[in-house]
Structures are given as C-alpha cells and as structure tokens.
C-alpha cells in the first residue's frame, strides 16, 4: 500500500479584507458600483518584495524569521482563498502577504531537521523556498487549508536540501526520489510476491513507465559495488571501510509524514469500507488477501468486496490531504 501521514492545523485570527471601488485603467471609478478587494492593510507594513525573483527576502535565522513574521497577521481560511484568487491573476503583493503571513510554519519545521547534517539557519532558508513554491502551486478549489499544503511543500525543499548536502557526488533530486521510490517498491513487492518483482510488476506499482523502472536499475548497476575488495591483501570489502547508515533521516521522516496522512485519510472511511481496503491491501498487520477472502470473511460476496474496495478508494481520491500530498510528491 502506499505511503501516509499527519495532518496540519492552525488556529488563524481574523483580518480584515478591506474593498475598494474598482478602477479603470485612467483611475476613475468602474461603473454600478463594481467593486474589487484591495490587499490586506496592516499596522506596520514593510517594504515590497518581488517573490518570483532571485533576490526575494530569505532569513537567515529562525529568530530573524519570526522577528518578520510577527508584523503580519495569520489568516483566516476566506482570506487564503482571497489571496489566492488574487495570486493567480498576477497579484504579487497577494503572493507575499500570503508567504509573509505562513512564515511560522518555517520556523516549526525547520527546528524538525536540526542535528541532521545542516546548520538551522540553511534549514531555515530551504523552508523558504518550500513556502514560496507552495504559494506558486496552491488551488484553492480543493478544499485544504494552505497551512497544511505548504507544510509538505516546506518539508519536502528542506529534506531535499539535506539529501543534497549528504551527497559527495550528488545526483538529481528527481533522480535520488525516483530511486529511493523504486528501491522501497521493489523492497515491499519481495516480501509480498516472495520473489523478486519484474520490472513491469515495479512499473505498475510505482506509476513509472518501463523505461524509466530500467534506467534506475541501470544506475543502481553503474555504482560501485560495496562488495568490491580493496586494499593490499584484497581481503577487504569496500563497505567494510565506511559508516553504517539506516534509512536516511530525512527519507524516513518523509516516509513518515505521508504514511500519517494517507491513515488519517482512511481512518476517515466508514468502518465497512476501512476494513475491506485494510484486508485487500494488507495494511498494518494484515497481509493482503483476495477478494472472495475478504467478502468470506465479512459476510458477503467477492463483488460486494470489489464495490466497497472501488468506492473506497474513490473516496482517497478525492481526499483533499491526499490531493495535497500528490502535489507536494
């Protein structure tokens, strides 16, 4: 079954959207009474920032982000949507007052990453960049409140940051995420088919085509072996000579943070459909079990079975956390 993980709320405190006559282009009023919604007015503004450009404003500690945070105001969830509708029409000043208003969720998520191979002051930057994309790729449309969108988009800029500097020879990320993905696939397809899968087995469980399933195994092929001996004596193994290394931290952290939302999104299923998808895909200590099993089981037929497992997974679909956990992968 795939990945999960949590979901992120925020208690916000209102402010208010202040409207305005709309205007045409010479500055006059628009006629019958049209008007428009002019950006969010606060006590101590401060100077303007083009997000989209190289030179936008990054911290450089957590307490200079929190020190800046605290002239802007938190959001209530009409006023994400405002913003938003305002950002994709090419309103900059509604790009920044929605990224300048979220920067706590910088600050929490960075302090998540420390003692893991970057300084807090770079996690705090690459949070950062998480938060800007994430007010780039937002839709409002679908339900979520942005705090919990851009916290996966924040997370994941900032373990990608870790995963490139842990690297001597660094690769790219979409390269090292398409690799890991395929390593875990092909780790959890050996224990469920009690064999090694087949690259198109590894294709249609991982959603990549053929050809790319074979070039990360090319790759993979490509690497020196830590078995290779060295040394003199050649009685040496390679990995022998360097640290043992678990999961990454930052992959498992992910790992985690995406099998929480997938279960708080099941754990949301009616008890009849949790149970049929928990035994058709053998999630936690079950393992996974055919359809005619699990009508058996429940009291029902192999179709039944089928009808609750498709209508449930519809309902994954359309779950708003999932959507956003799609979008941040």
Not at 115 to 137: F, H, T
Not at 150 to 162: E, N, P, S
Not at 286 to 315: N, V, Y
């Amino acid at each position: 079954m795939a990945d999960f993980s949590t979901n992120v709320s925020t208690t916000l405190d209102p402010v208010e959207s202040i409207q305005e006559p709309a205007r045409t282009a010479d500055g006059a009023a628009a006629a019958d009474g049209a008007a428009v919604a002019a950006p969010a007015r606060l006590d101590n503004p401060i100077e303007r920032a083009d997000l989209s450009a190289p030179d936008t404003f990054i911290p450089e500690s957590v307490d200079q982000l929190l020190a800046h945070s605290r002239r802007y105001p938190l959001l209530t969830p009409a006023q994400e949507i405002e913003l938003a509708q305002r950002i994709e029409r090419g309103d900059l000043e509604a790009k920044e007052l929605l990224v300048n208003s979220n920067l706590r969720l910088v600050a929490s998520n960075a302090r998540r990453y420390q003692n893991q191979g970057l300084p807090l002051a770079d996690l705090v930057q690459e949070g950062m960049l998480g938060l800007i994309r994430a007010s780039e790729k937002f839709d409002w449309r679908k339900g979520f409140r942005f705090s919990t969108y851009a916290t996966l988009w924040i997370r994941q800029a900032i373990q990608r940051g870790l995963e490139n500097s842990g690297r001597t020879i660094r690769l790219p990320v979409h390269v090292a995420q398409r690799s890991r993905k395929v390593g875990r696939v092909e780790r959890e397809l050996s224990v469920r088919l009690g064999r090694e899968p087949t690259i198109s087995e590894l294709a249609h469980e991982t959603g990549l085509t053929i050809e790319q399933v074979e070039e990360v195994r090319h790759q993979r092929a490509a690497l020196v072996s830590l078995d290779q001996q060295v040394g003199e004596d050649g009685d040496t193994a390679l990995g022998d000579l360097l640290p043992s290394e678990a999961q990454p931290p930052e992959e498992t952290a992910w790992d985690n943070e995406r099998e929480r939302i997938v279960h708080r999104a099941i754990s949301q299923l009616p008890d009849t459909e949790r149970t049929v998808l928990t035994l058709r895909f053998g999630t936690g200590r079950e393992e996974p079990q055919t359809l005619t099993a699990i009508g058996k089981r429940l009291g029902f037929s192999a179709e039944r079975a089928s009808q609750l497992e498709q209508r449930a997974l519809k309902k994954l679909a359309e779950s708003p956390e999932l959507a956003a956990l799609r979008e941040a992968a």
